[in-house]
């Protein structure tokens, strides 16, 4: 793939990765297909500051895990109204790392 695509995916999409993952993901663009490009720029990434608000507004509803995919933590989360408030907070610090995780996840899996 063009190094200047790749270098401005990672401008436009840096934010929703770890800053430790941003090499690894620009050596996996460069060795991927031109035919995949449509299929890169188009995946859609959560944001790990909008998983955060969310966390905070409606963390113990689940919503944040739904959000990110963790549909089985959601469930649980829902059920048993955030692991009775102490599982909200945990996630007030731990839903931006795994929003991440997720969003590297949706990329490999395209690439």
């Known amino acids: 793939m063009d190094a200047q695509k790749v270098d401005m995916f ?52 689940g919503i944040d895990r739904f959000l990110i995919g963790d549909t089985g933590m959601g469930i649980g989360k829902l059920l048993t109204c955030g692991g009775f408030g102490i599982w ?12 991440r995780d997720k969003n590297i996840q949706k990329l490999h899996k395209v690439l």
Do not use: C, Y
């Open 88 to 99: 909200t907070i945990i996630d007030w610090f731990m839903i931006q790392n795994a929003t």
């Open 10 to 61: 990672i401008m436009s999409n840096g934010k929703f990765f770890e800053s430790h993952q941003m090499n690894t993901i620009r050596d996996g663009l460069l060795a991927a297909d031109d035919s995949k490009w449509a299929v890169i720029s188009s995946t859609q990434f959560t944001d790990p500051t909008t998983s955060l608000i969310i966390s905070i507004l409606a963390g113990s509803l």
